[in-house]
């Protein structure tokens, strides 16, 4: 009887062990997805990050757990968090869970601030923004006399200002960045960046280039005949010649890269990256008032395609 009794015990607890060790095993086998919002911008990547991600063998029985930002970082274990916003990137990063984190969709300067320079083996991002090089090979296919390219440029633009003047170079232009502290100062500093420059880069810089300064901005180059090259469609169906931008598909499929290679070796993130697939949107009418005959979109983004060398 006593050997019974021992026989038991040691079968029930083994099942516990097991249990245990399964259920562990389940939480750990997940992938959380966190978005800033409901916003339809933040459903798409979801929705792009999921399809590719549930079809790469790296997230073979694994859980893809989505939620709103609202509603907090799930509980529990889980292999790595992405985050799909820079609210969703605060929240999951200040919560401290010490789960990897991937962010998508996020400003390089905010991510840069939030994590010291991103430059950790357990947090990464894939940028909103475009690189500053691709606006200035832009701007050069589309505008081939033009000498000095203009950007209103925030206390973060003015500290990069030697990186920038580089790429400008490259495109051979001469830079011209007008310094503005906030959206007050820019309005001062766009009307004398217009007046001096053949053209205008409108780069990402929220702290300056706000949507009333944005439309200030459009409606003086316009006026003055002075192309504007953006870095979203709405800059374009706003009044800007051209922008180079990446879609939501696009940011959630090189999310869902970026995951799958972390699931395969969980040891170190891929780092902070920019976006490598983007598109380009010409506003054929004031193409046409400015005199400019570009080539089609997917000519110019294909040139953008390739090496600066090579144009």
């Known amino acids: 009887m006593t050997k019974v009794r021992h026989i038991r015990l040691s079968l029930g607890l083994g099942i516990v062990l097991w249990a245990n060790a399964a259920l562990a095993l389940a939480t750990d086998a997940a992938v959380d997805i966190l978005l800033s ?5 933040y459903r798409q990547v979801a929705d792009s990050l999921q399809q590719y991600l549930a079809a790469d063998t790296a997230a073979v029985g694994l859980e893809l757990r989505r939620s709103l930002v609202a509603d907090g970082v799930a509980p529990g ?3 790595l968090t992405v985050a799909v916003g820079l609210n969703a990137c605060k929240q999951a990063h200040d919560k401290g869970t010490r789960r990897p984190l ?16 991103g430059s ?8 909103l923004d ?9 701007a050069r296919a589309l505008s081939p006399g033009a000498r000095k390219a203009g950007l209103l440029a925030g ?22 960045l007008a310094p503005a502290a906030d959206e007050r100062s820019a309005a001062r500093a766009i009307q004398q960046l217009v007046a001096d420059n053949d053209l205008i880069l409108a780069a990402y810089d929220p702290a300056v280039l706000t949507p009333t300064s944005a439309k200030w901005l459009l409606h003086l180059a316009y006026q003055q005949q002075r192309p504007v090259v953006g870095f979203s469609r709405a800059y374009v169906d ?30 170190r993130l891929p780092a902070p990256s ?6 380009v949107a010409i506003n054929r009418d004031v193409a046409a008032v400015l005199g400019l005959d570009p080539p089609s979109e997917a000519q110019l983004a294909r040139q953008l395609m390739q090496p600066a060398g090579d144009r």
């Open 238 to 267: 706003a009044g800007a010649v051209a922008a180079v931008f990446s879609t939501p598909e696009q940011i959630g499929r090189q999310t869902a890269q970026a995951a799958a290679a972390f699931l395969r070796d969980p040891r």
């Open 77 to 79: 274990a889980a292999r």
């Open 130 to 138: 475009q690189p500053i090089d691709r606006q200035f090979r832009l």
């Open 274 to 279: 920019y976006p490598r697939a983007f598109e």
């Open 37 to 41: 919002g409901p916003e339809r911008l």
């Open 120 to 127: 950790a083996a357990d947090v990464s991002a894939v940028y």
């Open 155 to 176: 206390p973060q633009m003015q500290r990069e200002r030697a990186g920038i003047e580089r790429s400008g170079r490259s495109a051979d232009f001469a830079v011209d």
């Open 102 to 117: 991937l962010c998508a969709l996020v400003p390089r300067e905010a991510f840069q601030a939030l994590t010291g320079n």
